[in-house]
Nanobody
């Protein structure tokens, strides 16, 4: 079954860290760029970070630049998001998503064709 499964969400204190992981199955993972997106209550879906198929380039939304790091392991078919210096405004449901090709601008969420079910991140003291 072609799918993306996220894990690693939970509760963190402001200033804390969490690491999200996404496991891909039943498609040629190394051929596609991947991204993380998030949705907060009352807000639209927001692109967070993306990485090219070979890991050669990564991009970040201004809101997370310098705090989040995306990485991938093509041997394990996984893409991770390391989140440091978390803020209450990072609270959201985080989704892993597959881009339609190996590289590109990555920020247009209409260009993604497979989504995971999401993992909840809550940042609160």
């Amino acid at each position: 079954q072609v799918q993306l499964v996220e894990s690693g969400g939970g509760l963190a204190q402001p200033g804390g860290s969490l690491r999200l992981s996404c496991a891909a199955s039943e498609f040629s993972f190394s051929h596609y760029a991947m991204s993380w997106a998030r949705q907060s209550p009352g807000k639209g879906l927001e692109w967070v970070s993306g990485i090219y198929n070979d890991g050669s380039d990564a991009h970040y939304a201004d809101s997370v630049k310098g705090r989040f790091t995306i990485s991938r392991d093509n041997a394990k078919n996984t893409v991770d998001l390391q989140m440091n210096s978390l803020r209450p405004e990072d609270t959201a449901l985080y989704f892993c998503t597959k881009y339609y090709t190996d590289s590109g601008r990555l920020r247009d969420l209409s260009e993604y064709d497979l989504w995971g079910q999401g993992t909840q991140v809550t940042v609160s003291s």
